[in-house]
C-alpha cells in the first residue's frame, strides 16, 4: 500500500514535467520592401509538451498595417495547410498540418497546430503591409516583433533585418534602438541586428525602431507627422535621451548660475581626486574580505560582464584585450575554431586557425557569435584564418560598421561599483573563480570533482591574465586531461598563433577609437541615443506597432 501510495505521488508530480514547453530560440527574418512593405520569416525550436493544441503569434496596433501570405512547414519539411479562417476550439489531431489566421478587432493571431509533442521546429512565414511609414523629414518604424508575455518564454531571441533590393543599412543611412528586453543591437553586413542577451521573462518583449533617410525606401504610407515625434513617445521611461537645443542667451542671471556650476564642478573634481583612490581601496577590501574559493563558473558564463567587473575594480585603466583573447579560447573551447598545421605561403608549415561553424547550441553570448562572423567571413571559402586576412577584413571599409559595431559592442560597459553592490554575492563568485584558480596548484587530483569544467577555467584564466600558470598547474595535477582532450590541446596550441592575437587587438583598438570620434563630430554626445546601436533599453518602446500581448502555445 505505502509503495502504491509512493507510486501515484511520483506520477502525479511528474505530469507538470512531462506537459511542459519550451521555446529555445526564435530567430526572425524581416525583409524590407522598397514600398514599406516587409516579409517576415520566424525559426522556433521548441520542445513541444502534451499540453495545447496550438501554437499562436499576436499582431495588433496595426496603424494601417494588414497581414497576410501565412505559411508554416516544420521539421520534416511539410508544408501546412493553410485554412484561412482558424477554429480556436478544434483539436490537437483536427490542427495537426494546418495553420490559419484569428481577425481579432485590434489585428490578427497567425495559428497553426502544434501536432506530436517532442523537438520540434516550426518556420513561419507571412507578410506585413506598411511596416515602414513615411515621415516629414525620414522614413521609420517603432514595430514589436515579439509580444510582451509569450509563453513559454523565449531562451533566446535573434533578429536580422535587411532591404530587398540589396541597398546597404549602415549607420550613415540609418538610426537604430530597440526596447523591452535585455540585448544588443547593431550595425553589420549591410544588415540590421538585433538579440537578446539573456532569457526573456515576465513583461519582456523585442521591439525595434529604425529611422531611414530619405531616398532609401519609397513607402506607400505617407504621415504628416515628424519622426521626432515617434521617438519622444518611445523614449518616455527608456534609457535613451533626447537631444536638447542649446539656448544661446547669455544673461547676468545665466552668467551668475554658470559660474556657480563651474565652482562647484572643480571642488566635484578636486574632492573625486582625493577621494576616490580611498573609496576604490575600500570596496575592493570590501569585496575580497575572507574571500572562498568558488569553483563553478559566475554570471551564467557572460565574459562581458565578468571583464566589466573585473574593469570596474581596477583603478586606472580598463582593459578589452583579455576579453577578446578569452572569447578566442572560448570559440576554441566550443569546437568553432581549431589549431591545425597548414603550409604558408612560403611553404613554411604553421599553425593556423580553421573556423568551423557554431555548435547547435544556442546559447552563445552575442560578443562570441559576432566574433566568430568576423572570423568566418575574413577566413573566406578555405575557412583558414590568416593574419593578412584579418587585417584586410578589419581595414576594407564595407566590414567597418561590422568591425567598429563589435568594437563598440566589446567596450561598452554595463557595470558600475552600484550595480556590484547590487550583485555583490556574484562578484564575489568571480573573485573566488580568480582565487581558486591562482592557487590551483594547491590543489591535488583528490580535490578535483569534476575536469569537464577545466575547459571554462582556461577560458577564465585567460580573462585573468593568468592562462600560462593554470595551463602550468593543470599539466602538473592531470597531464593526461591534455592528451586525452583534443579541445584542450588546441587552446594550449593556441598561444603559437600569437599573429592574429596582435591583428586583433590592434585592429579592435583602431575600429572603436575611429567610431568614437566620428560620433563625436556628428552628435558631440551618446550616439546611442541617436541610434547608433548598443545595448537595448528594457523601458519605453511605447507607440509601437504591431505585437501586443500574449501568443506562444495555448
Known amino acids: 500500500m505505502r509503495r502504491l501510495f509512493f507510486g501515484i505521488a511520483f506520477c502525479l508530480l511528474s505530469l507538470p514535467l512531462v506537459a ?47 497581414v497576410n501570405g501565412l505559411s508554416v512547414t516544420d521539421e520534416t519539411g511539410l508544408d501546412y495547410n493553410n485554412i484561412g479562417s482558424w477554429q480556436v476550439d478544434c483539436s490537437r489531431d483536427w490542427k495537426a498540418g494546418k495553420c490559419g489566421i484569428v481577425e481579432k478587432s485590434n489585428g490578427y493571431e497567425l495559428c497553426w ?8 521546429t516550426y518556420v513561419t512565414t507571412y507578410k506585413v503591409t506598411n ?91 505617407e504621415t504628416n507627422t515628424s519622426f521626432e515625434t515617434v521617438k519622444e513617445r518611445a523614449f518616455e521611461g527608456s534609457n535613451y535621451s ?14 551668475i548660475i554658470g559660474g556657480i556650476v563651474a565652482i562647484g564642478c572643480c571642488l566635484f573634481v578636486l574632492l573625486c581626486i582625493v577621494g576616490w583612490p580611498i573609496y576604490w581601496a575600500w570596496q575592493n577590501y570590501k569585496f575580497n574580505k575572507d574571500l572562498q574559493w568558488y569553483r563553478d ?48 605561403s612560403k ?44 587585417r584586410s577584413f578589419m581595414k576594407n571599409k564595407a566590414n567597418q560598421s561590422t568591425t567598429e559595431s563589435f568594437a563598440k559592442s566589446l567596450h561598452e560597459s554595463t557595470m558600475s561599483i552600484y550595480a556590484c553592490q547590487r550583485q555583490r554575492e556574484e562578484v564575489r563568485k568571480l573573485f573566488g573563480l580568480r582565487k581558486f584558480l591562482k592557487e590551483f596548484s594547491l590543489m591535488d587530483e583528490r580535490g578535483i570533482k569534476d575536469v569537464t569544467l577545466w575547459k571554462d577555467y582556461m577560458v577564465y584564466a585567460t580573462l585573468f591574465g593568468i592562462s600560462n600558470q593554470v595551463i602550468r598547474d593543470m599539466r602538473k595535477i592531470n597531464p593526461e586531461f591534455f592528451e586525452l582532450d583534443n ?29 568614437l570620434a566620428r560620433e563625436y563630430q556628428a552628435s558631440g554626445g551618446s550616439s546611442r541615443s541617436f541610434g547608433g546601436g548598443g545595448h537595448s533599453s528594457f523601458g519605453g518602446g511605447g507607440g509601437f506597432s504591431g505585437g501586443g500581448c500574449g501568443g506562444g502555445i495555448r
Open 131 to 221: 511596416l515602414l511609414k513615411s515621415y516629414t523629414e525620414s522614413d521609420g518604424f517603432n514595430w514589436m516583433f515579439v509580444a510582451r508575455d509569450i509563453r513559454p518564454y523565449p531562451q533566446h531571441v535573434s533578429l536580422t533585418m535587411w532591404a530587398a533590393d540589396g541597398t546597404e543599412l549602415n549607420d550613415s543611412v540609418a538610426n537604430i534602438w530597440s526596447f523591452g528586453h535585455q540585448g544588443e543591437i547593431w550595425f553589420g553586413d549591410s544588415c540590421i541586428y538585433a538579440e537578446s542577451t539573456e532569457p526573456f521573462g515576465s513583461g519582456y518583449s523585442m521591439i525595434i525602431m529604425a529611422e531611414f533617410a530619405k531616398g532609401i525606401f519609397q513607402p506607400t504610407m
Open 297 to 344: 563558473i559566475p554570471f551564467n558564463g557572460d565574459l562581458h560582464k565578468a571583464n566589466d567587473v573585473l574593469n570596474t575594480f581596477k583603478f586606472v585603466g580598463k582593459d578589452h584585450n583579455k576579453l577578446l583573447s578569452a572569447l578566442v579560447a572560448k570559440l576554441i573551447a566550443d569546437g568553432a575554431i581549431s589549431v591545425e598545421p597548414r603550409t604558408d
Open 20 to 66: 511542459q514547453h519550451e521555446l529555445h530560440n526564435l530567430d526572425i527574418r524581416v525583409q524590407l520592401e522598397p514600398n514599406g512593405d516587409a516579409y517576415i520569416q520566424e525559426t522556433r525550436e521548441m520542445t513541444v509538451g502534451s499540453e495545447g493544441t496550438e501554437c499562436y503569434i499576436v499582431i495588433g496596433n496595426l496603424n494601417g498595417s494588414e
Open 347 to 390: 611553404g613554411k608549415v604553421q599553425p593556423f586557425f580553421v573556423i568551423h561553424n557554431l555548435p547547435a547550441d544556442t546559447g552563445q553570448q552575442s560578443l562570441v557569435r559576432r566574433l566568430h562572423h568576423i572570423f568566418k567571413v575574413a577566413a573566406g571559402e578555405d575557412s583558414v584564418l590568416e593574419a593578412r586576412e584579418l
Open 487 to 515: 579541445i584542450a590541446d588546441q587552446m594550449v596550441a593556441s598561444v603559437e598563433v600569437p599573429a592574429i592575437y596582435t591583428v586583433l587587438h590592434q585592429g579592435i583598438s583602431e575600429a572603436y577609437i575611429n567610431k
Open 242 to 255: 533626447m537631444a536638447v537645443e542649446e539656448d544661446s542667451g547669455d544673461d547676468l542671471f545665466e552668467t
Open 113 to 120: 497546430g502544434i501536432g506530436k509533442a517532442g523537438q520540434r
